[in-house]
T-cell receptor, first 112, second 115 residues
């Protein structure tokens, strides 16, 4: 699976959009981009994933560049409860071996 | 998504002892995994728990230290054997229900401290 690079930390004001970048310049054509987050003392929570097209669900939006070498997770209206470590992961979809390789992630702190 | 329960949620153990962690899912799942998260670190996959056969271990993890069972499609155990302070970590179970575009889901983990 391709390696990802994320900034170690980011800050965001409550109510504003949080834009978390991820670089995955070695991504292969069949690798998906997944985002998880881990709130303190909890297990990782799945947020969203995508292959080429931009995706949106009730939690967030995922914007993938046309060359697929980078992506941005957008939390449209950040709240204090969005403070967490956010992990960007790339992996091949549909394989029977579902290993997820976690990097260090981005610590997002949402301020009042 | 599947509801994953881990027991115990936390424990404090003496060095040299062993502890078995249970992972129960409320529905049948295709694959179950065990991860370790050392203090201040990210998650590392220990092994894939295979139903009815031996687990598949990642590099750096061995069966004698981390024996795993998976007797059915909803339950798995991880044993941390002959514990030392270096084994103090959070141990997490995750599941994949199978099918296209289905993500892995995680339990809340077992926080283990070794004295």
């Amino acid at each position: 699976d391709a390696k990802t690079t994320q900034p170690p930390s980011m800050d965001c004001a409550e109510g504003r959009a949080a834009n978390l970048p991820c670089n995955h310049s070695t991504i292969s054509g069949n690798e998906y981009v997944y985002w998880y987050r881990q709130i303190h003392s909890q297990g990782p929570q799945y947020i969203i994933h995508g292959l080429k097209n931009n995706e949106t669900n009730e939690m967030a939006s995922l914007i993938i560049t046309e060359d697929r070498k980078s992506s941005t997770l957008i939390l449209p209206h950040a709240t204090l409860r969005d403070t967490a470590v956010y992990y960007c992961i790339v992996r091949v979809e549909g394989t029977s071996y579902g290993k997820l390789t976690f990097g260090q992630g981005t610590i997002l702190t949402v301020h009042p | 998504s599947a509801v994953i329960s881990q027991k115990p949620s936390r424990d404090i153990c003496q060095r040299g002892t062993s502890l078995t962690i249970q992972c129960q899912v409320d529905s049948q799942v295709t694959m179950m995994f065990w991860y370790r998260q050392q203090p201040g670190q990210s998650l590392t996959l220990i092994a894939t728990a295979n139903q009815g056969s031996e687990a598949t271990y990642e590099s750096g993890f061995v069966i004698d230290k981390f024996p795993i069972s998976r007797p059915n499609l909803t339950f798995s155990t991880l044993t941390v054997s002959n514990m030392s302070p270096e084994d103090s970590s959070i141990y997490l179970c995750s599941v994949w229900t199978g099918g296209t575009n289905q993500p892995q889901h995680f339990g809340d983990g077992t926080r283990l401290s070794i004295l």
